[in-house]
């Protein structure tokens, strides 16, 4: 199974979009070193984490 996200999903315009991780803690580790440096986010709120795994695509 392979998980991705794109940060427009949850209405963000950064353009990030991640695929081809193996889990999703993969992904949401990427994703936290992103958030960090894109979005100012010493770490992601709880009802943003929600969304982002509301919207994580499995494929
Ligand atoms: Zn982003």
Same mark, same amino acid.
Request: proline share 2%.
């Given at each position: 199974? %392979? /998980?991705?996200? %794109?940060?427009?999903?949850?209405?963000? %315009?950064?353009?990030l979009? @991640? /695929?081809?991780?193996?889990? *999703? *803690?993969? =992904? =949401?580790q990427?994703?936290s @070193?992103?958030?960090?440096? *894109?979005?100012?986010? $010493?770490?992601?709120?709880?009802?943003? =984490? $929600?969304? @982002?795994?509301? $919207?994580? %695509?499995?494929?």
């Open positions: 199974m %392979k /998980y991705s996200f %794109k940060c427009s999903d949850i209405g963000q %315009k950064c353009g979009e @991640i /695929y081809g991780a193996q889990s *999703e *803690e993969e =992904l =949401l990427e994703l @070193i992103h958030a960090r440096i *894109e979005h100012k986010m $010493n770490s992601i709120p709880d009802e943003v =984490l $929600n969304a @982002i795994k509301s $919207n994580i %695509k499995k494929s």
